[in-house]
C-alpha cells in the first residue's frame, strides 16, 4: 500500500516531536537527578525534592516536543536543493522594549531567509512565504517592511539584531538580482 505523502509527513512531525520530548526529558531528568542527589546528600528529604524534579523532567519533555515538531514541520517546507540562510525572532512592530523578557528567541514569530525565499513562520504556522523578486525589502531603522504588489505584507522588528533590517533587504535584493529568487 502506497501511502500519501501528507501522512508520511505527520509521521515525521509526530516522530520529530516524540524524539525532542525524549531529549528534553533526558536533559531534565539528568540534570533534576543530579541536583536532587546533590540536595538528598546536603539533608533534605528525598520528597521534598522529587516533586521538583518530575516537574523539570516533564517541561522539558514537553519544550523538546515542542521544539522537534516546529524543526521538522520548517524543514518539510524547503524545496529540494533549498537551504537556510537566517533566522530572525521578530515581533509584528512595534516591538517590545529590549528586556530579558523579549529577547530575539523569545519572540513570537521568526523571519526565514532561504536561498529561494522569504517565510514568517509563528510556532508550526507558516504565516506567508514569497519568493524574493516577488517582494520589496524596505529597512526603516529597527523595522522591516515586507510589500508584496504594492501592498504591505508586514512590518517587523527585532528587540536583539539592530541590523536585521539591512541584512535582510541586501540578501533579498541580491538573490533576485541573480534570479535565484523565482520559483
Not at 51 to 77: C, I, K, N, Q
Not at 112 to 122: D, G
Amino acid at each position: 500500500m502506497i501511502e500519501s505523502s501528507d501522512e508520511e509527513r505527520a509521521r515525521r512531525v509526530r516522530r520529530a516531536g516524540m524524539a525532542g520530548g525524549v531529549i528534553g526529558a533526558a536533559v531534565g531528568c539528568v540534570v533534576m537527578g543530579v541536583e536532587s542527589a546533590n540536595a538528598v546528600a546536603g539533608g533534605f528529604p528525598w520528597w521534598s525534592v522529587a516533586p521538583f524534579a518530575v516537574a523539570a523532567t516533564v517541561a522539558g519533555a514537553w519544550g523538546g516536543a515542542r521544539l522537534g515538531r516546529e524543526h521538522r514541520v520548517r524543514g518539510d517546507s524547503l524545496e529540494p536543493g533549498e537551504t537556510v540562510l537566517n533566522e530572525y525572532g521578530v515581533w509584528p512592530a512595534p516591538a517590545p522594549p529590549p528586556s530579558r523578557a523579549n529577547r530575539p528567541d523569545a519572540a513570537p514569530c521568526l523571519l526565514r531567509t532561504t536561498t529561494r525565499r522569504l517565510q514568517l513562520w509563528e510556532g508550526t504556522g507558516l504565516l506567508w512565504e514569497r519568493p524574493y523578486d516577488r517582494v520589496v525589502l524596505e529597512a526603516d531603522g529597527p523595522g522591516l517592511r515586507v510589500l508584496s504588489g504594492g501592498a504591505v505584507l508586514a512590518v517587523l522588528e527585532t528587540a536583539g539584531d539592530s541590523g536585521m533590517p539591512e541584512t535582510v533587504r541586501l540578501v533579498a535584493s541580491r538573490i533576485a538580482a541573480r534570479g535565484h529568487g523565482r520559483r
